[in-house]
């Protein structure tokens, strides 16, 4: 017997009946994002390392210990599986020029991969959805898209999500933060970290984002970026605090929400909870106007956010959000399996009626007991069992027999009663098989 292989640490199949929740949070998901205009852009897995290098900024987390890179060995080009998709948004809209006639609104949605310890909700190769507004420079669109997160949780039915804000600026008024910074941090080196002393000099800001408990009043009296803000950045920020509380959404400012990747500016967001532990961001973004020319394009504002799929799942579960597992509306009771042959065609003509009919399969020395299928019908959630019994089929018929009550709003008086049907007409009665309330 060969050696059982398995997946790779980190890098999770996701089957049935979970595969069941992904795909209703899919759906909605899309749904949303055509309510609100956004389009769906595809990007490829593997993109040139430089994008990100070039993008995230070379002494990021990211690119210095997280990325998965390797050569092409046919031409020796330098490739990585991507471990975002922002930078891919951008390199996709300067190369089939994207903006030529105005702003688009785009989602897109896929694997990303990182190489770091596999945890609750953080896994090597995870899912992300993004939303990204290209071409608007206002705070109306920072504020769409926060308003567009806050819509998803309340049609997720999620609770205890929290929104921080805050602005990093442009980037002169970034580098007078950042010396003021480095100045503030140098007179207390003897209570740094070895991870601050590493980005003392190549990347203070993160510096500020620290999980050690030990260095949260040293970072908590440091100079602010806020205080070094210029009149047009603070406008832009209380522009943006004017949307959102002329539409009810409360946040916190978090001067110290600097967010992991070095094209940000301005208005920078996280959505976050208590309750997945230290992995508590859900949802983060924020606007990155210098994204298109570090990459080779025109200068163009942009503004999105990502969330993690797997955090979403896991905080569904985490409040008993998730939806029951679908089932078909029909399961067909096959005694015979010498009738297969009549029974498959009546079988395709309603499930092209819209119809969802799970056939019951045996194999060549027959098709099981009744009991034994009946057992499955209702196992499998249908609502009705279609019986084709012999005296069925001799009439040309099917004995249409109810598994369940009425449906939640359904008049229990109306309840559906076991009545034969005609095979020769499937049309005429396919629809009293489906559900009278949505899906």
């Not at 996709?92 to 310890?117: C, I, N, Q, T, W």
């Not at 205890?160 to 910074?181: C, M, T, V, Y």
Request: charged share 25%; net charge negative.
């Amino acid at each position: 017997m060969a050696e059982k292989l398995s997946a790779v640490k980190g890098m999770n199949d996701i089957a049935p009946p979970v595969s069941a929740h992904w795909e209703w949070l899919e759906d909605k998901l899309r749904s949303l994002m055509l309510r609100y205009g956004y389009r769906n852009l595809r990007t490829p897995i593997v993109e040139p390392t430089a994008l990100f290098v070039r993008g995230l900024g070379e002494v990021t987390d990211i690119v210095e210990k997280e990325m998965y890179s390797f050569e092409d060995r046919l031409n020796g080009e330098q490739l990585t599986l991507r471990p975002e998709n922002t930078a891919g948004v951008v390199r996709a809209a300067v190369e089939h020029s994207l903006l030529y006639d105005g702003g688009k609104r785009l989602y897109y949605m896929g694997p990303m991969f990182r190489h770091e310890r596999p945890q609750r909700g953080r896994y090597r190769q995870f899912h992300q959805f993004g939303a990204e507004a290209l071409g608007f420079v206002g705070p109306d669109v920072d504020a769409e898209l926060i308003v567009l997160a806050c819509d998803l949780w309340a049609e997720l039915g999620l609770e205890g999500i929290e929104l921080e804000i805050n602005s990093l600026g442009q980037p002169a008024e970034r580098q007078a933060h950042r010396q003021a910074l480095i100045t503030y941090l140098e007179g207390h080196a003897d209570q740094l970290d070895e991870d601050a002393k590493r980005r003392l000099h190549s990347n203070p800001l993160r510096i500020l984002d620290t999980k050690n408990p030990a260095m949260q009043a040293l970072v908590n009296a440091a100079p602010r970026l806020m205080d070094h803000l210029g009149a047009e950045s603070l406008e832009h920020f209380n522009r943006l605090r004017g949307l959102l509380d002329a539409h009810g959404i409360g946040y916190r400012i978090n001067p110290r929400l600097v967010r992991g990747m070095d094209y940000y500016n301005l208005s920078v967001f996280e959505f976050v909870t208590t309750q997945l532990g230290s992995q508590g961001t859900v949802c983060a973004g924020g606007r990155y106007d210098g994204l298109f020319e570090q990459i080779g394009g025109k200068a163009a504002p942009a503004v999105g956010w990502a969330l993690g799929m797997e955090r979403i799942l896991e905080l569904l579960k985490e409040q008993g959000k998730l939806p029951g597992q679908p089932a078909p509306d029909a399961y067909a009771v096959v005694p015979d399996a010498g009738s297969v042959p009549r029974v498959m065609p009546v079988l395709r003509a309603l499930r092209q009626q819209g119809v969802q009919v799970q056939m019951h399969a045996g194999g060549a020395d027959g098709m099981g007991s009744m009991k034994s299928q009946f057992k499955k019908a209702d196992a499998s959630g249908a609502r009705f069992a279609l019986i084709f019994g012999p005296d069925e089929l001799a009439q040309g018929c099917v004995s249409v027999k109810p598994l369940r009550g009425p449906r939640p709003g359904e008049d229990a008086a109306e309840a559906p009663a076991q009545v034969s049907q005609p095979l020769a007409d499937v049309a005429a009665w396919a629809q009293s098989l489906r559900p009278t309330i949505p899906r």
